[in-house]
């Protein structure tokens, strides 16, 4: 795991993802993400691409039994 940063939420609810994030995960202006919480205390941002490939992947360890 990376701490990139620490961002704060803006009036709008918007979040900025910090420049070094954005460049190690590829984002770019348009791309999706998914922000989900696995726990009530933090979240996570992934790119949709890598999710999907991420879900896809998970889910055939369950199709070999």
């Not at 791309?31 to 999907?52: G, H, I, L, R």
């Not at 896809?56 to 360890?61: E, G, I, T, W």
């Amino acid at each position: 795991m990376k701490l990139y940063w620490v961002t704060k939420l803006w009036p709008k609810w918007q979040v900025v993802i910090p420049q070094e994030a954005r460049e190690d995960l590829w984002l770019k202006p348009g791309d999706k993400v998914v922000v989900f919480s696995p726990s009530w205390k933090w979240v996570v941002v992934a790119s949709t691409k890598e999710m999907k490939k991420y879900l896809k992947d998970f889910s055939q360890l369950f199709d070999e039994e």
